[in-house]
């Protein structure tokens, strides 16, 4: 199974902007990846996806202001984050996903995620 590190989180005030990455521990360039957070008290959801054929999906309340991308030559995945609002605010996680447009779940290990902080 791949391993993840996740990174980059931090406290932005809001209207922000933060770039996660997510470092895997060996080749991911067959796999679905997908970006999840989970908020205090709330259940982890799915925020991005980028397919192995580089497709790509959002959550809702994330389109237009965060980017995924993926680099399989450094087996690495990001999250582009701009214009952040306090509900932003979560643990951010990567892992491969499987399944299909609009019904993907988490296939993989998780990892320790990364904090990402909204507030003035």
């Known amino acids: 199974q791949v391993r993840f590190v996740e990174s980059g989180g931090g406290l932005v005030q809001p209207g922000g902007s933060l770039r996660l990455s997510c470092a895997a521990s060996?080749?991911?360039?067959?796999?679905?990846m997908g970006w999840y957070r989970q908020a205090p008290g709330k259940q982890r959801e799915l925020v991005a996806v980028?397919?192995?054929?580089?497709?790509?999906e959002y959550e809702d309340s994330v389109k237009d202001r965060f980017t995924v991308s993926r680099d399989n030559a450094k087996n690495t995945v990001s999250l582009q984050m701009n214009s952040l609002r306090p509900e932003d605010t979560a643990v951010y996680y990567c892992?491969?996903?499987?399944?299909?447009?609009?019904?993907?779940?988490?296939?993989?290990?998780w990892g320790q995620g990364t904090q990402v902080t909204v507030s003035s």
């Open positions: 892992n491969t996903v499987a399944g299909s447009s609009g019904h993907y779940h988490p296939a993989g290990y």
């Open positions: 060996r080749s991911i360039s067959i796999y679905g």
């Open positions: 980028i397919t192995s054929g580089f497709s790509i």
